[in-house]
């Protein structure tokens, strides 16, 4: 194991060697983090759904009813009814004709990108997508480019060189960009995909459950129904519990259920979590409160914070970054604020590209204004001292 070992001492050595921090109860609002209570800035559930009674309460009647675990891959015998009702809950939220649910978003790419593509066929992908997206391109025997960041021209670029080499090319693209929080300009990538004979396959997992009406997500806020091919959304962020799925075309899932690995060789969710979530879908059917309240909240908080003249970047959602720059000056930042009872992360290179150290706030429905209020004014007095805010 010394390779290892040396690995590691080469993390400590470099300062990015890390604990992870310990939280004793549900993912709230404020949390108690390695024994002390702080306001947490830093999840990605958005609605507040991952500690709901009507989510618990959903899970302990599905526990009752199924047991805890589905005992095979779908494909075998582990496709309950309650997977085929999830499918079906979320093909019908979204407005899309059918949907397949994966054990996790991670593993929606891992399996539905290789499945697709094949030796004749080429990628073109955003340069800042998810890591998932990446490595599930990887699993592909496709060609795989990608384009500059929402760079329609760079896009077309390489439409217009290469797509006569392949026999289908697909566009791959974050509906939401989880670093900085900006929208892909879908509306242009759909119309660059018809024009040049692509499929689209836009991976929204920070935007399902956000955008859109009651957070039927990014494809909704652009009013695209039918023109995206695969539409992908984890369940575990805004939803609140795991999992993750691809809406498309009932064809694609027939094909799924018979090449898409993650289902044919891991085993099927929990019964619990599909009832949750099919709980949560209601509960987002029934009313736009939740997404109304994570908006009002990420609204009055990004503009307190611009009052205070923080650099929010140009996040277009409840993420907000705050720029600062340096590295070890972010992973300061982010310590001082840990020690004054605000938890928010650093995110730093290689997550950023160099210098682009910066803050990830994560506003929730959850926070209440006093929670807000009192954020911002620990941000305040950190960033003062520690000269962060331009002046
Ligand atoms: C978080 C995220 C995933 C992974 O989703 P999980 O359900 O947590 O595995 C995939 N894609 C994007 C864009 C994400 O932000």
Known sequence: MSFLFDQVKDLKVKGLYRKLPIN?????????????????????????????????????????????????????????????????KIASFKKEDACVVFQSGFNVNAGVI????????????????????????????????????????????????????????????????????????LPEIVKLAKKYKALTYVDDAHGSGVLGSSGRGTVD?????????????????????????????????????????????????????CAAIIEAFNMLEESTEYTDKLWDNANYFKAELKKKGFDIGHSETPITPIMVGDEAKTMEFSKLLLANGVFVSGIVFPTVPKGKGRLRCMVSALHTKEQLDEAVSILYRAAKKMDILPS
Not at 134 to 140: E, K, P, Q, T, Y
Not at 151 to 171: G, H, P, S, T, Y
């Open 24 to 88: 004793e109860g549900p993912c709230e609002a404020v949390i108690k983090l390695d024994g002390k209570e702080v306001i947490n800035l830093s999840s990605n559930n958005y609605l507040g759904f991952a500690n709901h009674p009507r989510l618990k309460n959903a899970a302990i009647d599905a526990i009752d009813k199924y047991g805890v675990g589905a005992g095979a891959v779908r494909t075998i015998v582990g496709n309950m009814r309650i997977h085929e009702q999830l499918d079906r």
């Open 114 to 185: 290789q499945a697709i593509t094949n030796e004749h066929d080429l990628i073109i992908s955003d340069e800042l997508n998810h890591a998932s997206i990446i490595d599930g391109s990887r699993l592909s025997k496709a060609t795989k480019t990608v384009f500059k960041h929402s760079d329609m021209a760079d896009l077309e670029r390489i439409l217009k060189e290469r797509r006569d080499q392949f026999v289908n090319v697909l566009i791959i693209t974050d509906g939401v960009f989880s670093m900085d929080g900006d929208l892909a300009k």
């Open 221 to 273: 806020h652009f009013n695209l129904h039918g023109q995206v091919d695969f539409i992908v959304g984890t369940l575990s962020k805004a939803i609140g519990v795991v999992g993750g799925y691809v809406c498309g075309s009932q064809t694609m899932r027939e094909w799924l259920l018979h090449r898409g690995r993650p289902l044919l060789f891991s085993t099927a969710m929990m019964p619990a979590a």
